[in-house]
């Protein structure tokens, strides 16, 4: 297919979903932690609509490899978010408030998308190369509400913790937030997932470009590398993103 001709990409099927501080113009704690939370879901949402966009074009075998290591990278990915959520995030927020279970329905809520996810690594896994992509994308459509339904409530769900900070009990939710999610970082995450996650996030546009060289927080040199040099390992899988490494949406790879 001639690069002129390829579509860029659009969000679809998932909607993104707006951060609590541009729907209220508040700016606390509790905002603001929800609102990077948004903009990391909506991260995933791209992630989703990219694989669902792309799958039905992919023909070559070289292409059905880089796209199936792409397809794992977004469930590990994904995975990983929620898994940190549930054993540190969550816990942590629990003991700084002196309370239990303040995000269980959160947790409840991963359950009901985690067999789907499990379900499409295993056939690509199980496929390889020979997958269909009519059955992947029907794999997708069987977790994609219930996936979608928490992404858009979970940043809701964080603002809400506000009340359980009080003068005598305050609780750095940005701090846990910050201290927990350096826990899921490490050298084999960082080479063979994280781009995933950084190459979809759209903030040139996306709310008037309010986040752009805001969140992600990487500046200068780090943001070189998380952007430009860590992709140059299995850079054939990332060409199946939806953003340029300065952050604006490009065409697709297919």
Not at 2 to 22: E, G, N, R, W
Not at 140 to 156: I, V
Not at 213 to 225: E, N, S, W
Request: proline share 6%.
């Amino acid at each position: 297919m001639a690069s002129s001709k390829l579509p860029i990409y659009t969000d679809t099927p998932l909607a993104l979903i707006h951060t609590p501080k541009f729907n209220t113009g508040r700016d606390d704690a509790f905002t603001i932690e929800a609102s990077h939370m948004a903009l990391s879901h909506n991260s995933f949402i791209r992630g989703f609509n990219t694989i669902y966009q792309q799958a039905p074009r992919i023909q070559h075998p070289v292409d059905k490899t880089d796209f199936i290591g792409y397809c794992l990278a977004w469930i590990e990915c994904v995975a990983t978010h929620h898994h940190y959520e549930e054993t540190e995030l969550f816990p942590n927020v629990d003991r700084a408030a002196g309370r239990k279970g303040l995000m269980d329905g959160a947790v409840h809520e991963h359950e009901a998308f985690y067999g789907g996810m499990e379900r499409m690594k295993k056939y690509l896994l199980d496929e390889g190369t020979d997958f269909s992509s009519t059955e992947l994308i029907a794999i997708m459509d069987s977790f994609k509400e219930p996936l979608h339904s928490h992404l858009k409530a979970e940043p809701d769900a964080i603002v809400a913790l506000a009340k359980y900070s009080t003068p005598d009990n305050p609780i750095d939710i940005l701090g846990i937030a910050d201290a927990a999610g350096k826990k899921q970082v490490n050298l084999s995450f960082m080479f063979n997932t994280l781009p995933v996650f950084f190459l979809n996030m759209e903030t040139v546009k996306f709310e008037d470009g309010m986040w752009h060289d805001v969140f992600p927080p990487l500046k200068g040199v780090a943001k070189m590398v998380m952007n430009r040099a860590v992709p140059m390992w299995h850079s054939g899988r990332w060409r199946f993103v939806s953003c340029s490494p300065d952050g604006e949406a490009k065409q697709l790879a297919v």
